[in-house]
T-cell receptor, first 111, second 110 residues
């Protein structure tokens, strides 16, 4: 059974803080993804990675960076959190040509 | 034009009804197709993959029409527990990127 875990379910941060969101998968998947989900906008891809130390920008990378030092772990970094980054953040992983499996999500509030 | 488009609904149907959702995709190079289900405040979960020949899983049937670039999901004999948002997803493999529709909301009413 695939398991994708995220470090926090709920997070409250102040404007300007640096925020780290961690994601770990236990199925040796090559691909990992970070999305944010907002009402009416659906899932939007921030960044994805298809291998260790590799990263690709998604549709909305501005204000975010990522790190993939190990195959099982993919981190999303908000360098200086802003209120418009308040959202649900979802991590996912997949095999190279397979379906995605999602973590439970982190609901981030930036005040 | 969006990669994937869905009617957002909401669809409100009585128990036992049959309901169908359609989804269109813009890139003919799309290679794989999925339906995901997302319950309120939960993560999306794979409902079923969609194969060229169409496929069925119990009360759920998925169809793919490559010529018209749309996929569909049919739910027969709706249950209260089917209430959720259904997301259409396509993958082109090149770039390893998945494209999600915004989802179709279904509420099954007693």
């Amino acid at each position: 059974d695939v398991k994708v875990t995220q470090s926090s379910r709920y997070l409250v941060k102040r404007t300007g803080e640096k925020v780290f969101l961690e994601c770990v998968q236990d199925m040796d998947h090559e691909n990992m993804f970070w999305y944010r989900q907002d009402p009416g906008l659906g899932l939007r891809l921030i960044y994805f990675s298809y291998d260790v130390k590799m990263k690709e920008k998604g549709d909305i990378p501005e204000g975010y960076s990522v790190s993939r030092e190990k195959k099982e772990r993919f981190s999303l970094i908000l360098e200086s959190a802003s209120t418009n980054q308040t959202s649900m953040y979802l991590c996912a992983s997949s095999l190279r040509q397979g379906e995605e499996y999602f973590g439970p999500g982190t609901r981030l509030t930036v005040t | 034009r969006k990669e994937v488009e869905q009617d957002p609904g909401p669809f409100n149907v009585p128990e036992g009804a049959t309901v169908a959702f359609n989804c269109t995709y813009s890139n003919s190079a799309s290679q794989s197709f999925f339906w995901y289900r997302q319950d309120c405040r939960k993560e999306p979960k794979l409902l079923m993959s969609v194969y060229s020949s169409g496929n069925e899983d119990g009360r759920f049937t998925a169809q793919l029409n490559r010529a018209s670039q749309y996929i569909s999901l049919l739910i027969r004999d709706s249950k209260l527990s089917d209430s959720a948002t259904y997301l259409c997803v396509v993958n082109r493999y090149t770039g390893n990127q998945f494209y999600f529709g915004t989802g179709t909301s279904l509420t099954v009413i007693p």
